[in-house]
């Protein structure tokens, strides 16, 4: 009868010692608790709004008994209707191993309120709530025993072998990435790799820098020259220029434009007149960003 009394209301108000003091209990569900599950309810103690709840008459966590225990209490102030309103969030937890569907009892508490009048006392009655066994009683006769007991769940087959090749060829996508960084930047064991004089001069000649405007040629061609006596070893002059392309023979496809550059440095140093082949800072630019390609690719 209790049980189908809380599952339609779900609540109960009682009037307490003065007549503008209630308590109203509602649980999260009365029935179908079993070992182990924990228990939810709420606990609102509604009173005049001058009046203040001592603290100290909270239900203390801990074991109520041999198979229920206070897990948590909750303590929250709101106004309703003019009055002031004590929400007490409890959880408990079930401990009892059911044999059959049976009500246990949560046990009541009181609470101290201080009010214009003095200290009240306000009794949380006890409430029950339903309670299920895990198995029968007595289970249906069986021949053998392990008939007592549910066959193992199938389980379901897992082909690792996509996986393993999956991580294979990561782990060696991330290795040769490694080895390719480590070779751009000329990490042990490539630190003996030539170093990369041209690409380091081609981002110097941004295309931002060139066509800023303003450009002091003389002053590129100068960079060109010493990034040229520095892939040479030393000084690198026009009379050098084919002994250094058969010692670096990537270069070799570009003897024209060095040729060209060469003798546009010789007529705009020497001659103090601008090369007749029109040797231009966008093509000096052209002709670094060329020499960096081919270093990369050496």
Known sequence: ????????????????????IAVRIRSARPFGYFVGDLIHARVD???????????????????????LDLRDVELHETSENGARLWRLDLTYQNFYVALDVREIEIPGFDLTLLTAAGAETVKVPAWRVGVSPLREITPQKQEEATDYMRPDGSAAFVDEATPRHFAIGAGAAALLA?????????????QMRKARVFSALANEFSAQRIASGGVDFGALTQSVHRALDRANGATLLSADLPAFLLRRPEFAPL?????????????????????????????????????????RSG
């Open 1 to 20: 009868m209790r049980i189908a009394c809380f599952a339609l209301a779900l609540f109960a108000t009682l009037p307490a010692f003065a007549q503008d």
């Open 45 to 67: 103690v509604s009173s005049p709004a001058n009046a203040t709840l001592s603290r100290a008459s909270l239900p203390k966590a801990g074991a109520l008994s041999g198979s």
């Open 178 to 190: 490694l080895i390719l960084v480590a070779r751009d930047r000329a990490w042990p064991p490539f």
């Open 255 to 295: 003897r024209d434009d060095f040729e060209r550059f060469f003798a546009a440095s010789k007529e705009r140093f020497f001659s103090g007149q601008q090369s007749s082949n029109d040797f231009r800072a966008e093509q000096l630019a052209q002709f670094v960003s060329a020499l960096a390609r081919l270093e």
